[in-house]
C-alpha cells in the first residue's frame, strides 16, 4: 500500500502518516518510515483519521439556530446572519463587546496558526481567552520574563540527555507537549539505557512506570520541591552557571529566596522525604547533561508560574540551559520571533484587566476560567457576543454549569468547529472548518517547540466544498471590520500577505495565495532562507538539523533575570502555604488516555471504548476509608461545582489524591452519537474559580480540593 504523506495534526507529536484510499472507499493509514523526523511512528488517534474525516456526524454544512433549534443553512445564509447581527452590537456597545475564546486545535492549524491574528485585530476586542489558561500561560509567562517572549522556550534535548527529570507530564500518553517529538517511547527508552529517567507524579503513569524511578508527590506541591533542590545546590555549592553565567542576573537573589525552604520543609507539604530530595539535587547536579521538564501537572495547578520559574532556574543553575543534552532553543524555520534580527520589546503583562474579574492580561489575554462571569456580570460594557474557535469550553474549563448559564445570556454566539460539541449547541451560527485531510498542514507552532529542527509541509488529501478556515476567517473579520460580507477574499489576503511581507522584509510569491503565500514569507525571512517551494519538494519533511546554542541571541535584551518581578510576585502565597500545615483534603488531578484527544474524539468508535473510561481512580486506602466499591458511583464537590462518577479503584494513584479526565460529559447530538452512547462526566462541572495560579489566572484543574463519599441521590447539576 502505497499512501500520500500527510502530517498529523492532531497532537503536538507531529507524526508523518502515509493516506491512502482502500477499494472499499475507507481510508488506510499507517507511519511513513520515510518521514525524516517520525521515521514511521504513529498513535491510535493518528491510525484512526481516517474515520474522523468519515464521521457522518463531522459537520459539513453551516448551521444556523432557529426557534432553538439548529438547521443547515447555505454559506451566504450564515455570513448574511452575522452581518445582520454583529455590527450593530460592536456600534451599540463597543468592540469589547464581544469576546473570543480559541482552543487547542487552533494551534494545530495553519489557517489558525496564520489568520487568527487578523482576526482578533479586526474585531478589536479585549476580551480575548484561550485553551492556554487551562494549559501552559505559566510557562509561557515565565518564559516571556526570562527570555524576552511567550515562545522562547527552552525544550528537554531529549536525544542527547543522560538525564531526565520530568514533574507532571506523561508523555507516554500525550506524545509529548512543548517539546515537539514522535515516539516517545523509543526516545525515553534510550535515556534510560544511557543514563536516567526520573517522573515526579502523583500517579504511577506510563511514564512513571517506563521510567528508571518514579517519585510520587502531592499534588500543587511541585514549587516546594523545586525551591528545596535550589536550596540544596546553593547549601552543597553544587551551583555551576556553565556557558550560560555571562548572561545571568539575580543569582544571588535565588540564593536568598531558597535559603528560606530547605528539604526538611518541602518534605511534609511534598510527601517526598528530604533525602530524595536532596539526592535528586545532586543527581542532576552531577549528570553530565542533563535537564528538568515540567509539564501540566506543573502548570495548570495552584502555583504554576512558581513551579514553571522554578524548572527553568535549575536548568540554569547546573550549566544545563544551552548546551547539547540540556535545555536548549529551538531554531524554527519560520515564523519565530526569536530567530527576527534586531533588538525586541520586552515582554510584559498587564497592560488591561478584566471588567469583572480584575485580573490582568497575558499575551493580549484574560483568564478562560473568568469568562462566564464576564459575561455574566451585569453592567454596560458587559461581554454581549462570543466567538469561538475551534474550542470546547464548557467541557474544557472549570466551572461548566455557570459557562453554560452564561452562553444562554448572550445576544449572539458564532463557532468555527468541525463539530457540534457541548459549547457549540449555544451558537447561534456555527461555521464549520474542513477536515484534517482535506486541509494542507505546516506545523508553524509545534516547530518551535520542537527537540530537532524540521520543517515539512503537507498538501490536502481530499477535496472538499467546505471552505477553508482561513477564508471563513477572513470573511468573519470583513463583516467585523466594517467591509461586509460581500469583502472579495482574495482582495483580503492579498492586502493581509502585503502587510505580512513588509514587515518581514520579504516579497509575496506570485502563484502563491493563502497561508501558503504566508508561510512563504515566514520561510524566506526565518534563518534558513528556505520558500515555499523548498518545503513543498520534500514531501517527507526537511531535517534541519539537531538542536544548537543560541544566546545570546536568542534572548530579546540579552540577558536573563532570573528574578523578574511579576514572577517572584507569587512567592508571598507560596510562602503562607508552606507555613500552613500540610493539607488531609482530597485533591482532584486530571489525566490523558491514549485514546482520547481533549474533549473532541470521543466520536471515533475505535478510540471510545473500554479501556478508555471516565472513572474517578481512587486509592484502595481512600476506598476503603469512604466506603467506596470498585465500580460504584462517587459524588465528587468542590468550591464550586460538583459531579457524580464511576469509581475505579487503583494503587496506581497516591493515596489522598482522586483522578478524573476531562474532556467527557458529552450531551445528546453533541458532538455525535458515538460520543453521545459512551458519554462520561464532565470533569469541570468541578472547580474553584477562586484558586488559579496568582501571576496568570491559569485555573488550577490539578490539586483542586474536593471531597468524596457514595452517591445515594443524583446532584441537580449533571451533564
Ligand atoms: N479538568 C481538566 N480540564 C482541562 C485539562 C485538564 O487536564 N483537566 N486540560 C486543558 C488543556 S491542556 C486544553 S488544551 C484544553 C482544551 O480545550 P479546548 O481547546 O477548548 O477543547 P478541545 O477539546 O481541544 O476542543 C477543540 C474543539 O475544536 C474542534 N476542532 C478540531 N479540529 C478542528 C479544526 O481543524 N478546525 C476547527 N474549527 N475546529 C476544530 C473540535 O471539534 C472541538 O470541538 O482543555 C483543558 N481543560
Ligand atoms: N492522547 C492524548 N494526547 C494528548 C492530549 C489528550 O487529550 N490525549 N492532549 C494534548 C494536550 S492539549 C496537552 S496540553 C498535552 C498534555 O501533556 P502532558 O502534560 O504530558 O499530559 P497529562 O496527562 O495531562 O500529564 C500531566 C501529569 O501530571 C500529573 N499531575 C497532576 N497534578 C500534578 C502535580 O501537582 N504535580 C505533579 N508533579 N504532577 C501532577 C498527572 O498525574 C499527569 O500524569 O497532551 C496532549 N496530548
Ligand atoms: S502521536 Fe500525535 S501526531 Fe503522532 S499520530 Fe498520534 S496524534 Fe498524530
Ligand atoms: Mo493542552
Request: charged share 20%.
Amino acid at each position: 500500500m502505497s499512501g500520500v504523506p500527510v502530517t498529523c495534526p492532531l497532537c503536538e507529536a507531529t507524526c508523518g502518516l502515509l493516506v491512502s484510499t482502500r477499494e472499499d472507499g475507507t481510508i488506510g493509514v499507517r507511519g511513513d518510515r520515510d518521514d525524516v523526523f517520525s521515521r514511521g511512528y504513529l498513535c491510535p488517534k493518528g491510525a484512526s483519521i481516517g474515520e474522523l474525516h468519515a464521521d457522518p456526524d463531522r459537520l459539513r454544512r453551516p448551521l444556523l439556530k432557529r426557534g432553538g433549534r439548529h438547521v443547515e443553512v447555505d454559506w451566504e445564509e450564515a455570513f448574511a446572519e452575522i452581518e445582520r447581527r454583529l455590527p450593530p452590537l460592536l456600534d451599540t456597545h463597543g468592540r469589547d463587546a464581544v469576546a473570543v475564546y480559541f482552543g487547542n486545535p487552533t494551534a494545530h492549524n495553519l489557517s489558525g496558526a496564520l489568520y487568527l491574528r487578523p482576526l482578533l485585530k479586526a474585531l478589536g476586542t479585549r476580551n480575548v481567552f484561550s485553551a492556554g489558561t487551562v494549559d501552559q500561560a505559566p510557562k509561557t509567562f515565565v518564559c516571556g520574563y526570562l527570555y524576552g517572549d511567550a515562545a522562547t522556550i527552552a525544550v528537554p534535548d531529549l536525544d542527547r540527555t543522560n538525564y531526565l527529570l520530568v514533574l507532571g507530564g506523561n508523555p507516554l500518553v500525550s506524545n509529548g507537549s512543548l517539546m515537539t517529538a514522535p515516539d516517545m517511547r523509543g526516545r525515553l527508552r534510550a535515556i534510560t539505557a544511557r543514563g536516567k529517567v526520573v517522573v515526579v507524579d502523583p500517579r504511577r503513569t506510563r511514564t512513571a512506570e517506563a521510567a528508571s524511578e518514579h517519585v510520587p508527590i502531592r499534588p500543587g506541591s511541585d514549587a516546594l520541591l523545586l525551591l528545596a533542590m535550589v536550596h540544596t545546590l546553593f547549601a552543597e555549592d553544587l551551583v555551576d552557571l556553565g556557558l550560560a553565567a555571562p548572561y545571568v542576573d539575580g543569582l544571588e537573589q535565588v540564593r536568598a529566596i531558597a535559603a528560606e525552604v530547605g528539604p526538611e520543609d518541602a518534605a511534609p507539604h511534598t510527601g517526598i522525604d528530604a533525602g530524595t530530595i536532596r539526592r535528586l539535587a545532586r543527581e542532576l547536579a552531577a549528570a553530565d547533561r542533563a535537564v528538568v521538564y515540567g509539564r501540566m501537572g506543573t502548570t495548570a495547578q495552584p502555583f504554576g508560574t512558581l513551579a514553571s520559574w522554578l524548572i527553568d532556574v535549575l536548568n540554569i543553575l547546573t550549566g544545563n540551559l544551552d548546551t547539547p543534552g540540556g535545555a536548549m532553543f529551538p531554531l524554527a524555520a519560520a515564523g519565530q520571533a526569536n530567530t527576527r534580527p534586531g533588538p525586541r520589546r520586552p515582554f510584559r503583562h498587564g497592560r488591561w484587566h478584566g471588567r469583572a474579574s480584575g485580573r490582568p492580561e497575558v499575551m493580549g489575554e484574560l483568564p478562560a476560567a473568568t469568562l462566564a462571569e464576564e459575561i455574566a456580570a451585569p453592567g454596560e460594557d458587559r461581554v454581549r457576543a462570543l466567538v469561538t474557535l475551534s474550542g470546547n469550553p464548557v467541557l474544557s474549563v472549570p466551572g461548566a454549569t455557570r459557562l453554560e448559564a452564561a452562553l444562554e445570556e448572550l445576544e449572539l454566539m458564532v463557532s468555527i468547529d468541525v463539530y457540534l460539541n457541548e459549547t457549540t449547541r449555544h451558537a447561534d451560527v456555527v461555521l464549520p472548518g474542513p477536515s484534517p485531510l482535506e486541509r494542507s498542514h505546516y506545523d508553524l507552532l509545534l516547530y518551535q517547540y520542537s527537540v530537532r529542527n524540521i520543517a515539512r509541509y503537507s498538501p490536502a488529501v481530499h477535496d472538499t466544498d467546505v471552505p477553508p478556515e482561513w477564508h471563513t476567517m477572513l470573511r468573519l473579520a470583513a463583516i467585523a471590520g466594517g467591509l461586509g460580507a460581500g469583502a472579495a477574499v482574495t482582495d483580503l489576503d492579498d492586502a493581509l500577505a502585503q502587510s505580512m511581507a513588509e514587515l518581514n522584509a520579504a516579497t509575496p510569491e506570485p502563484g502563491l495565495c493563502g497561508p501558503e503565500r504566508l508561510l512563504d514569507i515566514l520561510l524566506k525571512a526565518g534563518p534558513y532562507d528556505l520558500t515555499f517551494a523548498d518545503v513543498a519538494a520534500a514531501p517527507h519533511g526537511l531535517d534541519l538539523g539537531p538542536l544548537q546554542p543560541r544566546l545570546p541571541g536568542v534572548l530579546a535584551t540579552g540577558r536573563i533575570d532570573l528574578v523578574p518581578e511579576p514572577v517572584l510576585a507569587d512567592l508571598d502565597r507560596l510562602r503562607t502555604f508552606a507555613a500552613r500545615q500540610p493539607g488531609a483534603e482530597l485533591l482532584l488531578i486530571g489525566r490523558r488516555h491514549l485514546r482520547s484527544n481533549n474533549s473532541w474524539m470521543h466520536n471515533v468508535a475505535t478510540l471510545n471504548r473500554a479501556g478508555n473510561d471516565c472513572t474517578l481512580h481512587l486509592h484502595p486506602d481512600d476506598a476503603a476509608r469512604l466506603g467506596l466499591a470498585d465500580g460504584s458511583d462517587a459524588l465528587v464537590c468542590s468550591a464550586d461545582g460538583e459531579v457524580v462518577a464511576p469509581v475505579e479503584v487503583t494503587d496506581t494513584i497516591a493515596a489522598g489524591v482522586v483522578c478524573l479526565p476531562h474532556g467527557w460529559g458529552h450531551q445528546v447530538g453533541a458532538p455525535g452519537r458515538v460520543a453521545a452512547a459512551r458519554p462520561g462526566v464532565n470533569a469541570n462541572m468541578l472547580g474553584d474559580l477562586a484558586l488559579l495560579d496568582g501571576p496568570t489566572g491559569t485555573a488550577a484543574v490539578n490539586a483542586l480540593p474536593v471531597t468524596v463519599r457514595p452517591a445515594t441521590v443524583q446532584p441537580a447539576t449533571g451533564t
